[in-house]
């Protein structure tokens, strides 16, 4: 067995923070390493809960601590997330929706993408989720007094990230907590020896987890090297805001994505209100400009809780020395595809996998680096649109990069694949761990009118057999999933009676 540090320090709390915090102590509790986890964090460092949309990964985390679905949903007000609504991107009008589900995970080896290209329907239709969407249901159905699972797919959550942090931190078993700040970073050897703390406190600790977010105060001690996206991603400020929940409005399942001249807005619902957001260009627009922008499409006045520049990009390395960045310490991107926490779980199983292995921090560094490289064209992808109505889209249409360019070259020619995927990370597979493949890009190339429909008649006409059965299962897909959309309780409904 690969050694274990035995202290492991981790300053920063929040979401990411004790997620981090309880994957590593169960995982050291496992192995029987003898490691013991410190969290050192401040209650008295705010955090702005704008509300953030995670991934299906986040709710098998629940399921491994045996964390209750229902108390978390009821504790910190959260709400179901079957997907993304991608409003105005394609053209000024149009909508499509890109589910997280994958059907294939029900209908292996069956060319349900192909079929619905060729036959000119949306992808998403054969997707559970996408049926849910429509009708803003639950993913329950009731049916003598017991919840009913809609299906078999992980869904995932919107939530306010200090609640849930707070809510985390509260289930956490086993890890030391001091409510302090850190003031002092000392170094020697192969990274930090020891934390200085605003009450004189010095924590020593073998291996350290930076969760302060854009602060990174541990990892720029060490030489962090960051690496900027602004060539790549177009928008640089957000301005985030919240909007209440009216009496009796219907929650919308997914989190919407709504663009606009010079970015685009986002829209998360929790149980109370709207965690919402400008994301833009100030090459293209003004704070001012940006206020007045949104307040005019949605029709009254919003009271922004900042507007900061930011700069998507990631740390060249997480892993230092004995130290690692996570969070919003290794990496941001724009919030358009909930990548955040989920990078921070799978980040976690890949540092517990190779902890203590002779190249466990080179390994580490080149599979975080592909993982965020990896969301990033996949977010640059979303621009890829019709859209020349604004010198925001005017630009972005003529700087697409190359690697974005030669996938959709390539998908001009077929359906994307799982093949058309490297394998992450290389050595781990059977961890499972969730990325960005054919089951995210399908229906985002398809919603954004991307894929070539005569491709996918090629190749559905190889091979009538595949053809005929792709058709049946689409078709049975989509009756099973209308009716079991039917059934399920309306979202909101459905929330309201968890706190009954």
Same mark, same amino acid.
């Not at 981790?10 to 390493?33: E, H, N, P």
């Not at 597979?429 to 491709?455: F, M, S, T």
């Given at each position: 067995?690969?050694?274990?540090?035995?202290?492991?320090?981790?300053?920063?709390?929040?979401?990411?923070?004790?997620?981090?915090?309880?994957?590593?102590?169960?995982?050291?509790?496992?192995?029987?390493?003898?490691?013991?986890?410190?969290?050192?964090?401040?209650? %008295?460092?705010?955090?702005?809960?704008?509300?953030?949309?995670?991934?299906?990964?986040?709710?098998?985390?629940l =399921?491994?601590?045996?964390?209750?679905?229902?108390?978390?949903?009821?504790?910190?007000?959260?709400?179901?997330?079957?997907?993304?609504?991608?409003?105005?991107?394609?053209?000024v009008?149009?909508?499509?929706?890109?589910?997280?589900?994958?059907?294939?995970?029900?209908a292996?080896?069956?060319?349900?993408?192909?079929? !619905?290209?060729?036959?000119?329907?949306?992808?998403?239709?054969?997707?559970?989720?996408?049926?849910?969407?429509?009708?803003?249901?639950?993913?329950?159905?009731?049916?003598?007094?017991?919840? /009913?699972?809609?299906?078999?797919?992980?869904?995932?959550?919107?939530?306010?990230?200090?609640l849930?942090?707070?809510?985390?931190?509260? &289930?956490a078993?086993g /890890?030391?907590? /001091?409510? $302090?700040?850190?003031?002092?970073?000392?170094?020697?050897?192969?990274g930090?020896?020891a934390?200085?703390?605003?009450?004189?406190?010095?924590?020593?600790?073998? *291996?350290?987890?930076?969760?302060?977010?854009?602060?990174?105060?541990?990892?720029?001690?060490?030489?962090?090297?960051?690496?900027?996206?602004?060539?790549v991603?177009?928008?640089?400020?957000?301005?985030?805001?919240?909007?209440?929940? &009216?009496?009796?409005?219907?929650?919308?399942?997914?989190?919407? !994505?709504?663009?606009?001249?010079?970015?685009?807005?986002?829209?998360?619902?929790?149980?109370?209100?709207?965690?919402?957001?400008?994301?833009?260009?100030?090459l293209?627009?003004?704070?001012?400009?940006?206020?007045? @922008?949104? @307040?005019? &499409?949605?029709?009254?006045?919003?009271?922004?809780?900042?507007?900061?520049?930011?700069?998507?990009?990631?740390?060249?390395?997480?892993?230092?020395?004995?130290?690692?960045?996570?969070?919003?310490?290794?990496?941001?991107?724009?919030?358009?595809? !909930?990548?955040?926490?989920?990078?921070?779980?799978?980040?976690?199983?890949?540092?517990?996998?190779?902890?203590?292995?002779?190249?466990?921090?080179?390994?580490?560094?080149?599979?975080?680096?592909?993982?965020?490289?990896?969301?990033? $064209?996949? /977010?640059?992808?979303?621009?890829?649109?019709?859209? %020349?109505?604004?010198?925001?889209? %005017? $630009?972005?249409?003529?700087?697409?990069?190359?690697?974005?360019? $030669? %996938?959709?070259?390539?998908?001009?020619?077929?359906?994307p694949?799982?093949?058309?995927f490297?394998? *992450?990370?290389?050595?781990?597979?059977?961890?499972?761990?969730?990325?960005?493949?054919?089951?995210?890009?399908?229906?985002?190339?398809?919603?954004?009118?991307?894929?070539?429909?005569?491709?996918?008649?090629?190749?559905m006409? &190889?091979?009538?057999? !595949?053809?005929d059965?792709? =058709?049946?299962?689409?078709?049975?897909?989509?009756? @099973?999933?209308?009716?079991?959309?039917?059934?399920?309780?309306?979202h909101r409904?459905?929330?309201?009676?968890?706190?009954?």
């Amino acid at each position: 067995m690969a050694e274990w540090p035995k202290h492991i320090v981790i300053v920063g709390g929040g979401t990411a923070g004790w997620l981090a915090a309880m994957m590593l102590s169960d995982d050291a509790t496992r192995l029987k390493t003898g490691t013991r986890v410190t969290v050192i964090e401040s209650s %008295r460092i705010g955090v702005i809960g704008v509300g953030e949309g995670s991934t299906a990964v986040f709710r098998q985390m629940l =399921r491994r601590f045996n964390l209750d679905e229902e108390e978390f949903l009821r504790e910190t007000g959260a709400t179901i997330k079957f997907g993304i609504r991608h409003k105005d991107w394609r053209r000024v009008g149009h909508t499509y929706d890109g589910p997280i589900d994958d059907p294939h995970l029900v209908a292996p080896g069956v060319k349900l993408d192909e079929y !619905a290209v060729a036959a000119g329907r949306p992808v998403a239709e054969a997707h559970l989720f996408q049926h849910l969407l429509w009708k803003n249901r639950a993913p329950v159905a009731r049916k003598d007094g017991r919840s /009913i699972p809609a299906g078999p797919f992980h869904y995932s959550y919107h939530f306010d990230q200090a609640l849930v942090g707070a809510w985390l931190r509260k &289930k956490a078993k086993g /890890i030391a907590l /001091i409510d $302090d700040q850190v003031t002092g970073v000392e170094k020697g050897g192969d990274g930090v020896v020891a934390l200085t703390l605003e009450s004189g406190q010095r924590v020593e600790g073998d *291996f350290f987890l930076d969760c302060t977010g854009f602060r990174r105060r541990l990892i720029n001690e060490l030489g962090a090297q960051w690496i900027s996206y602004r060539d790549v991603l177009p928008v640089n400020r957000a301005m985030p805001f919240w909007v209440d929940l &009216k009496q009796g409005e219907e929650i919308s399942p997914c989190t919407l !994505a709504w663009a606009q001249g010079s970015g685009w807005l986002w829209w998360i619902p929790t149980q109370g209100r709207y965690g919402a957001g400008y994301v833009y260009s100030d090459l293209h627009t003004t704070p001012d400009q940006a206020k007045a @922008e949104v @307040e005019t &499409k949605l029709g009254y006045e919003i009271f922004p809780r900042n507007d900061i520049r930011i700069e998507a990009g990631r740390l060249r390395d997480a892993w230092i020395g004995n130290c690692v960045a996570v969070g919003l310490s290794s990496s941001f991107l724009e919030p358009l595809e !909930a990548t955040s926490i989920h990078g921070t779980i799978v980040q976690m199983m890949m540092l517990s996998a190779w902890m203590g292995t002779p190249d466990g921090r080179d390994r580490y560094n080149a599979a975080t680096g592909q993982q965020v490289d990896d969301f990033r $064209d996949f /977010i640059r992808l979303h621009y890829v649109t019709e859209r %020349r109505d604004t010198p925001f889209w %005017r $630009d972005v249409a003529e700087s697409h990069p190359q690697v974005v360019r $030669d %996938r959709l070259a390539l998908w001009q020619t077929k359906v994307p694949t799982r093949e058309d995927f490297p394998r *992450f990370p290389p050595g781990l597979e059977h961890l499972g761990l969730a990325h960005v493949q054919e089951q995210l890009y399908v229906p985002v190339l398809d919603g954004l009118g991307l894929l070539n429909r005569d491709a996918a008649r090629a190749e559905m006409a &190889k091979d009538p057999k !595949a053809r005929d059965k792709a =058709r049946q299962t689409h078709q049975s897909l989509v009756s @099973e999933y209308t009716r079991a959309a039917a059934q399920c309780l309306p979202h909101r409904a459905w929330l309201q009676s968890l706190a009954a």
